[in-house]
């Protein structure tokens, strides 16, 4: 049972552009999402977070935002850059705690 | 800061044959968990630690997967006997506490192989 879904495996946007990465769940009792994003060979990083009491969550090039009537989250980086080419993780909690459930990921490709 | 390390990096075992992963937490971090990540999917939890003492191991397989974490500190999961499906990077993970998930810090992972 997926509780956390990134039905997109990969996602080519030009430098300059926006990416926008999707995540969907289904169980209602998450209330707090996270992205990661990992590197070859490294572990997953924390990037940004949003807590259900939200809809919108920004830093710096990233923002997340959260449709909770359509369980539903997205992660948008403008403008997008080389570096930011990796696989990234949506992950959700229940109570902010660190039990987190991880979706299958999307690789971004930046293309220069 | 040193990250959190692990050991072996890489690991190639034929099945039936048992194998063990390291992990040595951020300093002063009492929260340890190891999670499995097979190609192609998320990170899976397998185990979480609070300092030396279990807090949830519902998805190891206790079968076949044990860990510990000695003096609170350092862990290693063990995998005996191993099986095909057991292929997957090993992720070890820490933090302060058992809320607050921005500030869980993961391993580079042992990526395992068993043929």
């Known amino acids: 049972d997926q509780q956390v879904k990134q039905n997109s495996p990969s996602l080519s946007v030009q430098e300059g552009r926006i990416s926008i990465l999707n995540c969907d769940y289904t169980?209602?009792?998450?209330?707090?999402f996270l992205w990661y994003k990992k590197y070859p060979a490294e572990g997953p990083t924390f990037l940004i977070s949003i807590s259900s009491i939200k809809d919108k969550n920004e830093d710096g090039r990233f923002t997340v935002f959260l449709n909770k009537s359509a369980k539903h989250l997205s992660l948008h980086i403008v403008p997008s850059q080389p570096g930011d080419s990796a696989v990234y993780f949506c992950a959700a909690s229940v109570g902010g705690n660190e039990k987190l459930t991880f979706g299958t990921g999307t690789r971004l490709t930046i293309i220069p | 800061e040193a990250g959190v390390a692990q050991s072996p990096r890489y690991k190639i075992i034929e099945k039936r044959q048992s194998v063990a992963f390291w992990c040595n937490p951020i300093?002063?971090?009492?929260?340890l968990y190891w999670y499995q990540q097979i190609l192609g999917q998320g990170p899976k939890l397998l185990i979480q630690?609070?300092?030396?003492?279990?807090?949830?191991d519902s998805q190891l397989p206790k079968d076949r997967f044990s860990a510990e974490r000695l003096k609170g500190v350092d862990s290693t999961l063990k995998i005996q006997p191993a099986k095909l499906e057991d292929s997957a990077v090993y992720l070890c993970?820490?933090?302060?506490?058992?809320?607050?998930?921005?500030?869980?810090?993961f391993g580079s992972g042992t990526q395992l192989s068993v043929l």
């Open positions: 169980n209602s009792m998450f209330d707090y």
């Open positions: 993970a820490s933090s302060r506490g058992p809320t607050g998930a921005e500030k869980l810090f």
């Open positions: 630690f609070q300092n030396n003492g279990v807090v949830d």
């Open positions: 300093s002063g971090h009492a929260t």
